[in-house]
Nanobody
Framework: QVQLVESGGGLVQPGGSLRLSCVAS????????MSWYRQAPEKERELVAS???????TYADFAEGRFTISRDSAKNTIYLQMNSLKPEDTDVYYC?????????????????????WGQGTQVTDSA
């Protein structure tokens, strides 16, 4: 049974970075062109980036210059390094083959805050 397990999402400030990972099992990894996708609630799932078995990458326009896809065949893993993140990058990110051949898993949530965080304020319990 093919399984694709995504991880690495989280909450970041605008301009921040995240590195997503997707571990594949149950398939001959080197046979497949692999891709990252993303989907927001009530929107179509869209392609983010793909990488061939020969490690040739392609990117959606919004990802070009900010995201880098890579793969490690020894670990059956693909990665998505995301830099200069924007609030509009907030989505659930999924991996699959370029042909979307296998069942979708739960993905990994990426949330980019709308505004940079302030420095916060210390609250002390004097009791």
């Amino acid at each position: 049974q093919v399984q694709l397990v995504e991880s690495g999402g989280g909450l970041v400030q605008p301009g921040g970075s995240l590195r997503l990972s997707c571990v594949a099992s149950g398939l001959t990894f080197t046979d497949y062109k692999m891709s990252w996708y993303r989907q927001a609630p009530e929107k179509e799932r869209e392609l983010v980036a793909s990488i061939s078995s020969g490690r040739y990458p392609t990117y959606a326009d919004f990802a070009e210059g900010r995201f880098t896809i890579s793969r490690d065949s020894a670990k059956n893993t693909i990665y998505l390094q995301m830099n200069s993140l924007k609030p509009e990058d907030t989505d659930v990110y999924y991996c699959n083959t370029a042909g979307r051949e296998f069942p979708w898993r739960q993905g990994t949530q990426v949330t980019v805050a709308a505004f940079p965080w302030g420095q916060g304020t210390q609250v002390t319990d004097s009791a």
